[in-house]
């Protein structure tokens, strides 16, 4: 398959306070967050991110997607570093978060506005890609709402329309069904499956076995900053299930019985 993602050694440390340092029940004044980490990711698939809370997933794709750069090593996006060449980068992906806000007093109709325009869409497309999604997740009938005044479950989906007003190749989610119902849930996952049909390439990070097992094609392992194992899911889950697998190995990690 063809490669569009590469993660190079990649480590990333965060300074910790010293109300950090007891809630962490260390005396080190520097937390490694990602450790040496390197992995590929192929044209059109969609590739996991599975580990524990803590493992370092957020760190990678915010590193992947330019918001915060490796203290050393690389990632290429279709050739481009997210050191060197970020604008080339950005412009070739979306991130979403469940940690994004959207400002209280705007509505669904002037964000993705707002955002095509950012982006250089032009006004037929724009309006074009605008209603096709807000269909899909029935935005359409809050088009002219205030984010305030939205529900959990719409914002999230007003967040997901509005970093695709640029129809990337890449497309970066992480815990993308979190604090989401399981309607609006389904709906994102199977949205996704979607985008993989059209050749998009998408990364999720998540802790849910099952998601994993629904949508990717390859997983990789993350504990303790470290990629353990990168594979595809249905090698992995040749004798045992994802979950046991992956308790196999976290257990031999961490030292446990």
Known sequence: MEEIIRVENVRKTFALSRKEQKLEKTKNKLKVAVDGLSFVINKGEIYGLLGPNGAGKTTTLRIMSTLIKPDS??????GNSVVTKQDAVRNKICFLTSELKLEDFFTPNYLFDFFSNLYGVDEA????????????????????????????GMKQKVSLVVSLVHDPDIIIFDEPTNGLDVVTAKKV?????????????????????????????????????????????????????????????????????
Do not use: P, W
């Not at 090593?73 to 279709?78: L, N, P, R, S, T």
């Open 189 to 257: 996952t199977d949205y996704l499956l979607d985008l993989k049909q059209e050749g998009k390439t998408i990364i999720i990070s998540t802790h849910i076995f099952s998601l994993v097992e629904k949508l990717c094609d390859r997983v990789g392992i993350i504990v303790k900053g470290k990629m353990i194992v990168s594979d595809s899911v249905n090698k992995l889950t040749k004798e045992k299930s994802l979950e046991d697998v992956f308790f196999d190995i976290y257990s031999r990690e961490v030292g446990e019985e």
């Open 73 to 78: 090593g690389d990632v290429f996006i279709e």
């Open 125 to 152: 497309t724009r309006e074009e890609r605008k209603q096709k999604l807000f269909k899909k997740f029935e935005i359409d009938k809050f088009a002219e709402v205030q984010v305030r005044d939205l529900s959990t």
